[in-house]
């Protein structure tokens, strides 16, 4: 597309102007001072990329030595932030391609370092919509207790999960990760977009694989921001026993950012086509939980008090005072509610 240095430029100028914009990155362990340092030079891809690298090469130069030390979980913590560095360089890029491809792998190659260093057993799975691969990983603990498909914001990257799963292992859950369309790998390697049909055949697909997989245990949705609003679509499903939402958003006249908007307009197949989200028909799903952060600049109150008022069974709200969009500060606290809400 024409506009696509114009939708990076948007980009680094927000990261510059809002501090927000850090939220997620920081939440997955981007360093505070790789953020000070982009923050202050946020004049062009080039620098970024330059500044990105070169804290990524010293996080993975700590990981070998943490290795030499016989520390496997320093290095393996060191190693996830080399592969944060390197998923943030491609996320830049709003359009697939050779470089955002290329950045991509780099992010895979840390995070398959990574997952050497774990007990857990770390599988790597594809499955198909509509003809294409939808890439996922599954993460197995010993003696799990319940699987718990995690659906991430819709411009994001399984990789971004990880620090989710990660925390859900050590509860004793099962997790399966994948990018649908429009997101993360699936999106990098096969350009496949975004649509509301797409979205529901996805749902469908990884609940009927998970369940497939893991036939004896107990199956949970955890979502957050888009993805936590087709955890309650998909908890229509009669093998899904719980749900957490987690910022759901529940209109599409929601006024995002112009950046954002640009993005969005690369990794969904014709936006004016319809809605890519809608939450219909919810009068048969399972219990949910929401989490809402009272400082949600795009989901008011009142959205979500509604939501929580039309929805049928058992449910509960969980409201955070000074969080904002996604609760991103509040991760292990939600993760400890949500393990206790799949296991009532």
Not at 236 to 262: A, G, N, Q, T, W
Not at 318 to 331: A, P, R, S
Request: proline share 4%; with cysteine; aromatic share 12%.
């Amino acid at each position: 597309m024409v506009f696509c240095s114009s939708t990076i430029e948007k980009t680094m100028m927000m990261s510059f102007l809002f501090r927000g914009f850090w939220d997620r990155w920081i939440a997955n362990d981007i360093p505070k001072q790789t953020m000070r340092e982009l923050r202050q030079r946020f004049n062009s891809l080039e620098e970024w990329t330059r500044i990105l690298y070169k804290h990524a090469d010293d996080y993975e130069q700590r990981a070998i030595h943490a290795l030499n030390q016989n520390s496997a979980s320093e290095a393996e913590k060191l190693y996830r932030i080399v592969g944060m560095h390197y998923n943030l360089i491609q996320w830049m890029f709003p359009e697939t391609g050779t470089q955002k491809q290329e950045w991509y792998q780099r992010c895979k190659d840390m995070h398959k370092q990574a997952d050497t260093l774990v007990a857990d057993e770390i599988i790597n799975v594809t499955i198909q919509v509509e003809g294409n691969d939808c890439y996922g990983r599954i993460r197995v603990p010993k003696r799990p207790k319940g699987c718990v498909i995690i659906l991430n914001p819709i411009d994001s990257s399984k990789e971004e999960s990880i620090k989710t799963e990660g925390h859900f292992a050590k509860m004793g859950f099962v997790t399966v990760s994948f990018d649908g369309p429009g997101q993360g790998e699936t999106y990098v390697r096969n350009e496949y977009k975004a649509t509301r049909q797409r979205w529901d055949l996805f749902v469908d697909q990884v609940i009927e694989f998970a369940t497939s997989q893991y036939e004896g245990l107990p199956l949970f949705l955890f979502g957050t921001i888009l993805g936590a609003t087709w955890a309650i679509q998909g908890s229509k499903h009669p093998k899904v026993c719980r749900v957490v939402s987690v910022s759901p958003i529940l209109s599409e006249d929601v006024r995002m950012p112009d950046y954002f908007m640009e993005r969005l307009s690369y990794i969904i197949d014709d936006p004016q086509s319809g809605e890519l989200l809608r939450l219909d028909n919810i009068d048969h799903v399972s219990p949910v939980l929401l989490v809402h952060g009272k400082k949600d600049k795009f989901i008011n109150d009142g959205n979500i008090y509604e939501l929580y008022n039309q929805l049928p069974r058992e449910k509960r709200l969980i409201q955070y005072l000074d969080e904002g969009h996604g609760c991103n500060y509040k991760t292990e606290s939600i993760l400890e509610a949500a393990g206790e809400w799949y296991l009532r």
